[in-house]
C-alpha cells in the first residue's frame, strides 16, 4: 500500500502493525488507538487526529501537514525527525517518548502539555507555548529562537539552548536552578550571598 485517500478509519485500533513510505490524504483518524504502530517516513496530508490515543507508537520521519490534533494524547511515542507545517495542535497531551530533531517552526502550542520527554534539537523557533505545560523536557541544542513562552510551565525542563534576548519569558514558570541558568546565559555571575 502506497497511498490511504479520503478514508474513515474514525475510532478503529490498531496494534503492531507497520506501514512505510505510505502518504495519508485526507484521511479521519479521529479517535483512534494505536499501541505499538509503526509509520515510518509517512507523508500526512489534511489528516484527522483529533482525539486519538497513541500508545509506544512510533512516527519516525513522517511530515504532517494541514493536520488536526486536537484533543490527542501520546504516551510513550518517538515521533524522531518529524516535520509539521500548518497543524493544529489544541488540548494535545505528550508524556514520555522521545521527539527530538522535530521541526515546530511557528506552530501554535497554546493549550498544550508536554511532559517528561526528549525533544533534543527539536525546531521550535517562532512557537508560541504561552500557558502551555512543558515540564521535564530535555530541550539540549533545541532551537528557541523567538520562541513565545510567557506563562508557560517550565519546571525541570533543559533550558540550555534558550536565548533570553529573543524569548518571551514574562510570567514563565521555572525552579531556583533554571532562574540562576537563565540568568547566567545573561552574563550575570550568580553567586550565593
Not at 66 to 95: P, Q, Y
Not at 98 to 123: C, H, I, K, N, P
Amino acid at each position: 500500500m502506497t497511498a490511504v485517500e479520503h478514508d474513515d478509519w474514525g475510532g478503529q485500533s490498531f496494534s503492531g502493525d507497520t506501514w512505510t513510505g505510505v502518504t495519508f490524504l485526507d484521511v479521519d483518524l479521529s479517535e483512534i488507538e494505536t499501541d505499538a504502530v509503526v509509520f515510518d517516513t509517512c507523508t500526512f496530508r489534511d489528516v484527522r487526529f483529533n482525539a486519538s490515543v497513541h500508545r509506544d507508537a512510533a512516527f519516525v520521519n513522517c511530515t504532517f501537514t494541514n493536520c488536526s490534533f486536537f484533543d490527542a494524547s501520546f504516551t510513550a511515542c518517538k515521533l524522531v525527525g518529524s516535520r509539521f507545517e500548518r497543524c493544529t495542535f489544541d488540548l494535545i497531551r505528550v508524556v514520555g517518548g522521545d521527539w527530538s530533531f522535530v521541526g515546530l517552526v511557528q506552530a501554535d502550542l497554546r493549550r498544550t502539555s508536554w511532559q517528561d520527554l526528549r525533544m533534543r534539537e527539536a525546531d521550535l523557533a517562532g512557537s508560541r507555548l504561552e500557558g502551555a505545560t512543558v515540564t521535564g523536557v530535555d530541550l539540549g541544542g533545541a532551537d528557541l529562537r523567538n520562541v513565545q513562552l510567557a506563562r508557560c510551565d517550565l519546571r525541570g525542563s533543559d533550558l540550555s539552548s534558550l536565548d533570553p534576548g529573543t524569548a518571551q519569558l514574562a510570567g514563565a514558570i521555572v525552579t531556583w536552578e533554571q532562574a540562576v541558568e537563565v540568568a547566567r546565559s545573561f552574563g550575570l555571575d550568580v553567586r550565593p550571598d
